[in-house]
């Protein structure tokens, strides 16, 4: 498996990231998979300086990026206006995004059509 493409969780609460990183490194442990939760002091928010940190670590190119709630997804798309990566904004339900990304990575799918697949999941646009 190359690893061509990577996945940033952004959530308000680092254990919520964390827990869902846990679910996900069962069916995706090929696939590299960040997060971005809680504010730069341990709190309940998101933090720009966090998250454009965390996506600037990948090494991957492609990176597809799911979030929790609306400032989340504010600061992700700040970072993503300063980052090269070529990311991907994923406005689907979290959980259920961010395993069907991980699960379809994880079986080479090609990141076009991970990115169709994903289209169908979304809930905010």
């Known amino acids: 498996m190359t690893k061509s493409t990577g996945i940033l969780l952004v959530s308000h609460v680092k254990e919520v990231a964390e827990g869902l990183t846990r679910l996900l490194d069962q069916v995706a442990g090929d696939v590299t998979i960040k997060t971005a939760g809680g504010s730069e002091d341990g709190g309940i928010g998101t933090s720009f300086d966090l998250i454009a940190e965390t996506l600037e670590s990948f090494e991957e190119k492609t990176i597809f ?9 504010m600061n992700l798309e700040m970072a993503i206006e300063t980052s090269d990566k070529d990311v991907q904004l994923m406005k689907t339900a979290f959980i259920e995004g961010a395993y069907t990304g991980a699960s379809l990575l994880q079986a080479e799918v090609d990141p076009d059509e991970i990115s169709r697949q994903l289209k169908k999941l979304v809930i905010k646009d």
């Open 65 to 73: 990026c799911f979030f929790d709630l609306g400032s989340a997804q």
